[in-house]
């Protein structure tokens, strides 16, 4: 199940993950406009193609990012539960942790199999969403995945009178057609714009797991969303736990793309506040007069996607985050960047206007998956991530009689298997491959007949070479490619 990030938010699935650039629509709704953010679907069995369809095929995931984000768990210690297929809790990730060889028939070579398909080591459960399994999700930190919207128990503003005005009916309000409550634009149907079928909030909700006692081990129950104990489990009070006056009143796509969002300015069905038709469908004619005096903060900045997903350590990088609403009225945005042991750091971009931002990342982080947000005051944007990997360096090379024992940095793990990625080869006349001996993160050894040449490594990270003469000849440095 998906749920609509930034501008529209359910608790449909906590997953970063954008869609694909399509034309604006100004169909109003049934249903709500699915052009930007994530539509709201539901599913719980999908395929490979369905993972990568979000993970990998979208903006904001470049194709490479997958495996620079497993690549870089390499050395560190595989967690308890793990979800590496042939991996044990407590050791160390190496490739064969989670690659699987096979001897090809036809060449008698070891070749890979298996490995690229998401589902040999990301399970599925059965009616339910596998994302709110997470410990993330378990602890109601519903925001750290679906960006601008409440936690549960965060304490932030909540009513204490009736659905009124300010706070829309959970199902068809009393104004023409229903206006005035969620289900006038929040209800099931095929969006013009995009084609996609939309389910309603009960279908999006519902379909999380949450509460239907199919997600082992979870503790969260239907208490989260229904009021049970007072009788009336569709109060409003309830969906004001994660979906509060705050964040709704700061829910607005930029419709013109000027790279602003001006409130009570923009084309209708493009948010909550766009203009006098978005106001009335929750508040009816209560801000027909001053549109501009709804009570908004800074709207919720968006990212859609980045210049690069990966970086290497030790050497500054600038990047450049496209998006939107990273800046509005006198509010700007700056770049909160999380590290694997939660600590942040943050970024002053270099330049900033309200579709893009240019950033410079520093050359001291240390190698792992980093979380990258916009943070705009209070207001933070939907997670994107950058890899910092390792950069792959030879330092020298030993050669005794046919033995190259070349020591370096970077060089992470070594399969000796077709297409692998891994290797080492030596260039004099033609280019052939050096039988591996052994293999570690700093040091390599391998059987080398050639005396001279240009001996390359090649690591999952990337690739480094260097000359080598005679026997009696020093070792000089040539180059270092790292591989994009």
Partial sequence: MKAKLLWRVTLAMPVILLMAATSWATVPPPPANQIIGLPDVVFDALDEAGCRACHEDSNIVNPGAIPDRHHVLVGEVIPDPTAAPFGDPGDAYACLSCHELEIDPDTGAL???????????????????????????????????????????????????????????????????????????????IDDATGIEVFDNSMTHHSTGVGQGVIPGSDLDCRLCHDLDSGAPLNIRRCQACHGVNSLHNIQADSNGDGEVNVGEEDPWYGHI?????????????????????????????????????????????????????????????????????????????????????????????????????????????????????????????????????????????????????????????????????????????????SSGTIEVHSVYGSASIEVGGDDAPVRPVRIRIKR
Wanted: charged share 15%.
């Fill in 111 to 189: 070749v890979f199999v298996n490995f690229r398909d998401c589902l040999l080591c990301h399970s599925q459960i059965a009616g339910a969403s596998v994302h709110h399994s997470t410990a993330t999700a378990e602890s109601l930190d519903c925001k750290a995945c679906h960006g601008p919207i409440d936690n549960p128990l965060d304490g932030h503003y909540i009513p204490d009178y009736p659905a009124t005005m300010v706070t829309p009916y959970t199902g068809l309000g009393t104004g023409p057609d229903g206006k005035g409550g969620c289900k006038f634009c929040h209800a099931a149907g």
């Fill in 274 to 450: 766009g203009d006098n038709v978005d106001c009335n469908g929750c508040h009816l004619n209560s801000w027909r007069k001053n549109a501009s005096l709804l009570p908004v903060g800074p709207v919720i900045p968006h990212i859609d996607s980045l210049s690069q997903s990966r970086v290497t350590a030790g050497i500054e990088t600038s990047i450049t985050m496209t998006g939107s609403a990273f800046v509005n009225s006198v509010y700007s945005s700056v770049v909160r960047l999380t590290a694997p042991d939660g600590a942040e750091i943050t970024l002053v971009p270099s330049e900033v206007s309200g579709t893009s931002m240019v950033v410079t990342i520093p050359a001291g982080l240390a190698r792992g998956n980093y979380d990258l947000r916009a943070v705009k005051t209070s207001k933070v944007s939907n997670c994107a991530s950058i890899s910092v990997v390792p950069e792959v360096v030879i330092t020298s090379v030993d050669r005794v009689d046919g033995t190259v024992t070349i020591t370096g940095s970077g060089f992470c793990d070594y399969v000796d298997a077709t297409d692998s990625g891994t290797g080492v080869f030596i260039t004099t006349t033609k280019t052939i491959p050096c039988p591996v001996l052994s293999w570690n993160d700093t040091e390599i050894v391998v059987e080398c007949g050639a």
